[in-house]
């Protein structure tokens, strides 16, 4: 009874310390206020067990006049970003859908079955004039083995497609039911195939890989360098009318081409995710950016490739201009973090050197509160910096630097100061 009753204190205080964006801290400032509280820089330094902590940290805000929390949810609606940039790649686009599983993968018609089944009787019926060394027992176990790979096939027959693909309008609506796929795309003038399309259906993301470099020229001059590269996909973010929702983000070389990523914004401020997670855990671990990428032909005047992450869709506003604690309370939770998580690390870690060079206010992605499918997003402060471990290796002390993403090392709730994500 007793153990009964401390889990359930435990229970109440961490519901307790996850406030809902409606449920505002008593002690939250606004906005304007927060802004004109913020300090200049943020310095001090920590100890936590073999962790040494430099903090010479610059703050970055953006440029707005009030901060919301928004509602969102899940979409499909990427597919709206596959219309608006399939007609740059091809003149008039046709879409086929090949026979596949609810996971993408390929299925075969009656067709290919028949002919497997023909092979698998043909091997049965020259079982002796194919293999004359036989004893009557090796014999009897090979042809019950064809014929248990011949009961497989006329299985799979039933329910197998009578086309190997079909032409679509609609991917999204064809693939409704499809955890991932794949659609063909053609020119209609030359019937060649332009590219295939790898849809996440229900995530929302799509790649289009394997162009022709005889499709639509999307650059001037030939793509030789990351600024030539960025032109050419400025003009396709603002020929789909995106500018206003993604913002250039950076670019990267590669022996195959020249890559350009967009970010998705929010009145300007990119947001990221941090949904990969299990409900029930205290805070989201996991998280990534939904961007667009263009990948160029090095010395082409074509794209290689299309690349768009999940996307979601928001709703519209879940609390107008909210409250954001002052930065000395966020400070001093990011504090409790790095105590929480570096207090203890594993036997092989001799000493950890963290410094942290900057805290940005923007947007993240996460799940609503005893949900799955409902997502808000909420300000927050995302602590960056660098991580240097130096570890035992079988007895040798080796320096690895810890590969953050984005040079996040964790991720403060702006609102209430809870943990969104750690790097660990």
């Given at each position: 009874?007793?153990?009964?009753?401390?889990?359930?204190?435990?229970?109440?205080?961490?519901?307790?310390?996850?406030?809902?964006p409606?449920?505002?801290?008593?002690?939250?400032?606004s906005?304007?206020?927060?802004?004109?509280?913020?300090?200049?820089?943020w310095?001090?330094?920590?100890?936590?067990?073999v962790?040494?902590i430099t903090?010479?940290?610059?703050l970055?805000?953006?440029?707005?006049d009030?901060?919301?929390?928004?509602a969102?949810?899940r979409?499909?609606?990427?597919l709206?970003l596959?219309?608006?940039?399939?007609?740059?790649?091809?003149d008039?686009?046709?879409?086929?859908?090949?026979?596949?599983?609810?996971?993408?993968?390929?299925?075969?018609?009656?067709?290919?079955?028949?002919?497997?089944?023909?092979?698998v009787?043909?091997?049965?019926?020259?079982?002796?004039?194919?293999?004359?060394?036989f004893?009557?027992?090796?014999?009897?176990e090979?042809?019950?083995?064809?014929?248990a790979e011949?009961?497989?096939?006329?299985?799979?027959?039933?329910?197998?497609p009578?086309?190997?693909?079909?032409?679509?309008?609609?991917?999204?609506?064809?693939l409704?039911?499809?955890?991932y796929?794949?659609?063909r795309?053609?020119?209609?003038?030359?019937a060649?195939?332009?590219?295939?399309?790898?849809?996440?259906?229900?995530?929302?993301?799509?790649?289009i890989?394997?162009?022709?470099?005889?499709?639509?020229?999307?650059?001037?001059?030939?793509?030789s360098?990351?600024?030539?590269?960025r032109?050419?996909?400025?003009?396709l973010?603002?020929?789909?009318?995106?500018?206003?929702?993604?913002?250039?983000?950076?670019?990267?070389?590669?022996?195959g081409?020249?890559?350009?990523?967009?970010v998705?914004?929010?009145?300007?401020?990119?947001?990221?995710?941090?949904v990969?997670?299990?409900?029930?855990?205290v805070f989201?671990?996991?998280?990534?950016?939904?961007?667009?990428?263009?990948?160029?032909?090095?010395?082409?005047t074509?794209?290689?490739?299309?690349?768009?992450?999940?996307?979601y869709?928001?709703?519209?506003?879940?609390?107008?201009d909210?409250?954001?604690?002052?930065?000395?309370?966020i400070?001093q939770?990011?504090?409790?973090?790095?105590?929480?998580?570096l207090?203890?690390?594993?036997?092989?870690?001799?000493h950890?050197?963290m410094?942290?060079t900057?805290a940005?206010?923007?947007?993240?992605?996460?799940?609503?509160?005893?949900?799955?499918?409902?997502?808000?997003?909420?300000?927050?402060?995302?602590?960056?910096?660098?991580v240097?471990?130096?570890?035992?290796?079988?007895?040798?002390?080796?320096?690895?630097?810890?590969?953050?993403s984005?040079?996040?090392?964790?991720?403060?709730?702006?609102?209430?100061g809870?943990l969104?994500?750690?790097?660990?």
């Open positions: 009874m007793k153990r009964i009753m401390i889990l359930c204190l435990a229970l109440a205080l961490l519901l307790a310390c996850q406030p809902t409606e449920e505002q801290p008593a002690d939250a400032v906005f304007a206020a927060f802004r004109d509280s913020l300090p200049a820089h310095s001090e330094t920590l100890s936590v067990g962790a040494e903090i010479d940290a610059s970055t805000v953006p440029d707005v009030t901060i919301d929390v928004y969102a949810h979409t499909v609606g990427s709206d596959l219309n608006r940039f399939l007609t740059f790649f091809v008039a686009p046709v879409c086929t859908v090949p026979a596949q599983d609810v996971y993408g993968t390929p299925l075969k018609t009656k067709m290919e079955l028949e002919a497997e089944m023909q092979d009787r043909n091997r049965i019926d020259r079982v002796c004039e194919n293999n004359p060394d004893t009557e027992e090796e014999r009897a090979y042809v019950a083995m064809q014929n011949l009961d497989a096939l006329a299985k799979a027959y039933a329910d197998a009578d086309q190997s693909e079909s032409v679509v309008s609609d991917p999204g609506a064809a409704s039911e499809q955890s796929a794949q659609v795309i053609y020119a209609e003038s030359d060649l195939l332009r590219a295939i399309l790898y849809l996440n259906a229900k995530g929302g993301g799509f790649t890989e394997g162009m022709r470099t005889d499709n639509r020229a999307v650059s001037e001059t030939p793509v360098s990351a600024a030539i590269a032109e050419a996909a400025d003009r973010i603002a020929g789909a009318d995106l500018s206003d929702e993604y913002v250039y983000a950076g670019s990267s070389e590669g022996t081409g020249i890559s350009v990523y967009y998705r914004m929010i009145h300007g401020i990119p947001f990221s995710h941090s990969v997670c299990n409900t029930e855990e989201n671990t996991g998280f990534s950016q939904e961007y667009i990428r263009f990948c160029f032909f090095r010395d082409g074509a794209l290689s490739e299309l690349d768009v992450t999940g996307v869709e928001i709703d519209g506003v879940e609390t107008k909210c409250s954001l604690l002052s930065f000395a309370e400070a939770s990011a504090r409790g973090a790095l105590n929480a998580h207090s203890w690390q594993p036997e092989n870690v001799l950890t050197e410094t942290v900057g940005q206010l923007g947007y993240r992605l996460i799940r609503k509160p005893n949900t799955k499918d409902s997502f808000l997003i909420v300000p927050v402060w995302s602590i960056l910096g660098t240097q471990n130096e570890i035992d290796l079988n007895g040798t002390s080796v320096t690895d630097n810890v590969r953050l984005n040079d996040v090392i964790l991720v403060m709730n702006a609102m209430d809870s969104i994500w750690f790097y660990q």
